[in-house]
């Protein structure tokens, strides 16, 4: 089974630049998630989709950054304009709806650095 | 709402020794509690979880006990091992498979030889 893919693994950026990160989840999970882990803590929840609906947005700076996932599969994260404290690892999670417990798989992460 | 103390790092020990990492939490009705592991360079990985009180998760020889009265989730293994280092995350979620995860900041681990 192929697991969560993300693209690119690292980016490097100056601030006010824009910058987007791909995801593509394991096939037939319906739940996909943006996490945010900046050095030194844990990841924290950007957003949840459920297919290509928006469960839970309420940490992501909407001023700035903006996710969609279309077609309920692969999904694009953007930050408009970046700013110094966006440098982070931004990682992609999916699990299925129900039946696991709350399992969720990550793909490796996208590492940004914003100068 | 959710919250996750977790046992501040680093933390270094020999090869062969007990390890504990502490983790308590704060939530709201019965959440599943897990750990999640970083090797250096891959991605965040499942090591074991629990999914209501008293469980043990183990993976590894890594366990983990649900303790509802005391709110604790503690990682324990008895002798480690350098392929051990790692970074380690206590992390809670609900029970239904679709729900966000609160991490703790991580306790890096290094085991030297």
């Known amino acids: 089974e192929a697991g969560v893919a993300q693209s690119p693994r690292y980016k490097i950026i100056e601030k006010r630049q824009s910058v987007a990160f791909w995801c593509n989840p394991i096939?037939?999970?319906?739940?996909l998630y943006w996490y945010q882990q900046i050095l030194g803590q844990g990841p924290k929840l950007l957003i949840q989709?459920?297919?290509?609906?928006?469960?839970?947005d309420s940490q992501l700076p909407k001023d700035r950054f903006s996710a969609e996932r279309l077609k309920g599969v692969d999904s694009t994260l953007k930050i408009q304009p970046a700013k110094l404290e966006d440098s982070a690892v931004y990682l992609c999670?999916?699990?299925?709806?129900?039946?696991?417990?709350?399992?969720?798989?990550f793909g490796p992460g996208t590492r940004l650095t914003v100068l | 709402g959710n919250s996750v103390t977790q046992m501040e790092g680093p933390v270094t020990l020999s090869e062969e020794a007990f390890l504990t990492i502490n983790c308590t939490y704060t939530a709201t009705g019965y959440p599943s509690l897990f750990w999640y592991v970083q090797y250096p360079g891959e991605g965040l990985q499942l090591l074991l979880k629990?999914?209501?009180?008293?469980d043990k998760g183990s993976n590894k020889g890594f366990e983990a006990t649900y303790r509802k009265e005391t709110t604790s989730f503690h990682l324990e293994k008895g002798s480690v091992q350098v392929s051990d280092s790692a970074v380690y995350f206590c992390?809670?979620?609900?029970?239904?498979?679709?729900?966000?995860?609160?991490f703790g900041t991580g306790t890096r681990l290094t085991i030297i030889p």
């Open positions: 992390a809670l979620g609900g029970n239904f498979g679709n729900e966000k995860l609160t």
């Open positions: 989709f459920q297919n290509n609906g928006v469960v839970d």
């Open positions: 629990a999914t209501k009180a008293d």
């Open positions: 999670a999916s699990s299925w709806t129900s039946g696991s417990n709350g399992e969720q798989f």
């Open positions: 096939s037939g999970h319906a739940t």
